[in-house]
């Protein structure tokens, strides 16, 4: 099957997002601080301590390796695993602290880790991940994002509402977006 249009960009949230008038340049979003090591073998991502799912728990550095494990594994479209097949693993370091190492020495690497939209672990725990992607037993995901998923009608609507207590309502990268309720 196909994901809902706009379900990723709406309701998860990467590590950093692009700028729009500077190509190659990325600002923090869910990670406050970005440390490219000096090999360019790997990243560190210390994440902003205000990032919170909507379930009200924070994100974690388990949850960026979560993402990282799940997009490379078997579970999900082989273009997520193609796209970030150089990334070699993750490392925690501290509870809001990891480092994405990488097979070889590349200048887009450490954009294209910034690039993964964190899903929580807890979540994904709790309900399958392959049950919620082949659709048996929908649940609405909990996400760090702008939105998250008020209700749908599989194959035909889906209605995402404006998160109420979204954490990065006043970020830099995020500040006057996300404007409208419901979509």
Known sequence: GEAPLALESLVYEP???????????????????????????????????????????????EDVAFTLETLKSDKVHPSYNYYYQDIEGAEILAPDKVRLHFKKANRELHMIAGQLRIMSKKFFQEHDFLEQAGGRELIRPIASGPYI????????????????????????????????DEI
């Open 15 to 61: 590590l950093a997002v692009a700028s729009l008038d500077e190509p190659f340049s990325q600002y923090g979003l869910l990670a406050a601080d970005i440390e490219v090591a000096g090999d360019k073998k790997s990243v560190t991502f210390t994440l902003d301590p205000r990032a919170k799912f909507s379930s009200g728990e924070p994100v974690t550095a």
């Open 149 to 180: 998923v008020e209700k749908f009608n599989i194959g035909k609507t889906i209605t995402y509402k404006r998160t109420p207590n979204y954490w990065a309502v006043d970020h830099p990268a995020r500040k006057g977006m996300d404007n409208f």
